[in-house]
């Protein structure tokens, strides 16, 4: 299937799941994630589950990072809309969070980290397929962003969904993520 249809597809499916249902599967997919060995790993970029696409609750994941990582840096994007670009804002206990026009909670303001300084990147997805190729939302702001990171870091995407076989029309600047957390396993790609 194409992007464009697994991201209609994939947008309904989530929005079906109850209130109830979610909570349960937000927690199974923290089980999964403290499967993890996060040695090493200093400085982490997160984001804002948008509450209207059903996201998975990922101030639950960095939550649990932020207990298990004392010194741990956590990061949430900014983005561009004039050119689809983005960058990555420290967080501390002061933080004040802004929405934008597009329901995206953000840090108001903050200092930047560097992509090149990233261990582990939590990225936004409806689906993967089983290469680790992700659809998104379709503006490209988190390939374009990945593309300057490290290549030793860690992409983790949360689905409450298996990847499908193949994207069909994936593009030559796609990055892949490294592993897919279901509530029912972790994909390694």
């Known amino acids: 299937m194409t992007k464009k249809e697994l991201r209609q597809i994939y947008k309904q499916k989530r929005l079906d799941i109850s209130s109830k249902e979610k909570l349960k599967l937000d927690d199974l997919l923290l089980l999964q994630l403290q499967t993890f060995n996060f040695e090493g790993v200093r400085a982490v970029l997160t ?17 649990y990072l932020r207990h298990f990582v004392p010194e741990l840096q956590l990061a949430y994007p900014v983005s561009n809309f004039a050119d689809n670009t983005m ?16 329901g995206v909670t953000e840090p108001k303001e903050g200092n930047p980290i560097e992509p090149i300084e ?20 379709g ?32 593009d030559d600047f796609d990055i892949p993520l490294n592993y897919c957390i279901t509530p029912d396993d972790v994909f390694e790609f």
């Open 118 to 137: 990233l261990d582990l990147v939590f990225v936004p997805n409806l689906i993967c397929d089983k290469n680790g190729f992700r659809v998104g939302y």
């Open 139 to 170: 503006k490209g702001f988190y390939d374009k962003y990945l593309s300057q990171c490290s290549e030793h870091v860690t992409l983790i995407g949360f689905n409450y969904f298996a990847p499908v076989e193949i994207i069909t029309d994936k």
């Open 47 to 63: 984001y804002w589950p948008m509450v209207n696409m059903a996201e998975p609750n990922t101030q639950l994941f960095s939550g």
């Open 87 to 102: 960058k990555a804002i420290l967080i501390d206990e002061d933080t004040v969070y802004t929405t934008n026009s597009f």
